[in-house]
C-alpha cells in the first residue's frame, strides 16, 4: 500500500496586486484504494492544490511538504511525478494540435514505463477502454482535444487514467459539463482503475451528484485555504442541504 501526504502545506501565487497566499496549511493523507472528495466554495484553494501536487509552476510552496511514500514530490520535476504514479486530471484539459490521440497516449505510456508497449497488446487495451467509455473508434486518430465537446475531454482523460495505470490521481472536477449519461459512464472509468490498480483518488468537485456513482471513503471541506471541517460520505449530503455558510461565518468571524 502506498500512501499521499500533504503536511502543513501553504503555497502562494503572483497576482497584479502582489504574492497571494491560497493554501494555508494543509493537511491531507490518501492511501492506495481509498476515494477522497474534497469539495468547497470557490477560491477555496482546491485547484491550487490539484496543481501544486502536478508541480505547475505558477504555484509557488511556500513551506510544508509533499510526499509519495518516502519521496519528496516538491523535489521532483513534473514529469519524474508522473513516472512516480501521480496522475492530474485537468478541469480545463489543453489542446495539443497536430498531435493524435493515438500517438499522445503511446507517447505517454511510453514515457512513464520507461518502454514502448508491445502495439498488438497495447491496441487491444485501447479498443477495450474505449469501447468501455462509450468512445467511438474514429476518435483515436482526432488531434488531442481540438474540437472536443466538454464530455468528450472529460473521457479522454478518464482513458488516460485506465491505461497508464497510475498510484494516484487527482481529479479537478471532473464532473463539470457533463451530462447524466456521460457521468455515468466517466464514473464508472474511476471506479474501474481503482478496482483494477488500487487507485487512490483525490476528487475536487462542488456538486454531490459525481458521488452517488464514486463513492467517497473520506469527505474534506476547504474553505479558505485549510481543510475546515473532514468526514464521511455525510458530510457531502449535509453540504448539499447547508451549504458552506456556517464555514464562511466561521472565517469571517475568525
Known sequence: ??????????????????????LKG????????????????????????????AGHPKYHVESG???????????????????????LAMQYPVE???VTVTNFLRTAKTAI???????RGWIKDVRA???????????AERNVNEGFSGGEKKRHEILQLELLKPRFAVL??????LDVDALKVVSEGVNRAKE?????????????RILRYIQPDFVHVFVDGRVAEQGGRELADRLENEGYDRFLTQTNVG
Open 96 to 98: 495539443i494540435p497536430g
Open 196 to 208: 483494477a490498480n488500487g487507485l487512490g483518488v483525490l476528487l475536487i468537485t462542488h456538486y454531490t
Open 26 to 53: 494543509v493537511d491531507l493523507s490518501i492511501a492506495s484504494n481509498e476515494i477522497h472528495a474534497i469539495m468547497g466554495p470557490n477560491g477555496s484553494g482546491k485547484s491550487t492544490l490539484a496543481y501544486t501536487i
Open 129 to 139: 477502454s474505449m469501447d468501455q467509455l462509450r468512445m467511438d473508434r474514429s476518435f
Open 1 to 22: 500500500m502506498s500512501v499521499l501526504t500533504v503536511k502543513d502545506l501553504h503555497v502562494s501565487v503572483e497576482t497584479d496586486q502582489g504574492t497571494k497566499q491560497i
Open 113 to 119: 514505463d520507461g518502454e514502448a508497449p508491445a502495439i
Open 65 to 87: 511538504s509533499i510526499m509519495l511514500d518516502d519521496q519528496d514530490v516538491l523535489a521532483m520535476s513534473v514529469d519524474e511525478r508522473a513516472r512516480a504514479g501521480l496522475f
Open 172 to 177: 479537478d472536477e471532473t464532473d463539470s459539463g
